[in-house]
């Protein structure tokens, strides 16, 4: 069976900012032809429309603390209801806290029709572990194609023309909360509020880990591989 045609079922990124989450959902949502659902990307396309929930999250966001469990879950559960979301779907930082987690858990339970190898339909986890300083350094490099989302680093993955992007030739941006001090605001909220997850998922042996310091297009083939095989745990 082609990748393209598989049954994937949920899959969770997991790992801090910066971890390298976004450029591999892309990554793997391509191979697999399943959508990318990053909340952050949702929140910020709300803040952009100025809808509610937008005007609500935005200063949150802007602080770079957490968005109440109570706006992202429904979020989310919109967005599982669109019809691209049946052969599986990535999330991209969700879930970042117990209470997003147990939700889920209870989400797919009720809603879902996956019959993936663990027949259960549960989400699978994709941990990153990446080095502190490199994290550091990948967020304050980190700048976006407001177009077409592609995401760069100045220092590890710069685009071939400064501030340009590869694809569309877009003038890249960095992203408000990639700022130094809002930087620290977000890892602390990782630390604190994220971090329980690990101990969560791996109690459920729905967890795998992988070397995210590693070059992308390898961090990408563990993350297939893990995928496909992981996926029968
Ligand atoms: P990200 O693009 O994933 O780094 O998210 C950017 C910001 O959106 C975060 O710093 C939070 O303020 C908010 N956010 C994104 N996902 C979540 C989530 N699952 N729960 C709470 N807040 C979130």
Not at 52 to 64: P, S, T, V
Not at 93 to 118: I, M
Not at 126 to 146: D, H, I, K, M, S
Request: charged share 25%; glycine share 8%; with cysteine.
């Amino acid at each position: 069976m082609t990748r393209a045609a598989m049954k994937i079922g949920p899959v969770i990124l997991f790992g801090p900012p910066g971890a390298g989450k976004g450029t591999q959902a892309k990554r793997i949502a391509d191979k697999f032809g399943i959508p990318q659902i990053s909340t952050g990307d949702l929140l910020r396309e709300n803040v952009e429309k100025g809808t509610e929930l937008g005007q609500n999250a935005r200063q949150i966001m802007q602080r770079g603390e957490l968005v109440p469990d109570r706006m992202v879950c429904d979020m989310v559960a919109e967005r599982l209801k669109d019809g691209d979301c049946e052969r599986g779907f990535i999330l991209d930082g969700f879930p970042r806290t117990v209470t997003q987690a147990v939700w889920l858990d209870n989400y797919l339970v009720e809603n879902t029709v996956f019959d993936n190898a663990n027949g259960t339909g549960a989400a699978f986890v994709l941990r990153f572990v990446v080095e502190y300083n490199a994290l550091l350094q990948r967020l304050t490099g980190r700048r976006t194609c407001p177009t077409c989302g592609r995401i760069y680093n100045v220092h590890t993955q710069p685009p071939r023309v400064a501030e340009v992007c590869d694809l569309d030739g877009s003038r890249l941006v960095t992203r408000k909360d990639d700022q130094e001090e809002v930087i620290a605001e977000r890892l602390k909220a990782y630390e604190a509020q994220t971090l329980p997850l690990v101990e969560y998922y791996h109690k459920r042996n729905r967890l795998l880990e992988i070397n995210g310091d590693q070059p992308v297009d390898v961090v990408t083939a563990e993350a297939l591989r893990a995928i496909e095989h992981g996926n029968s745990l």
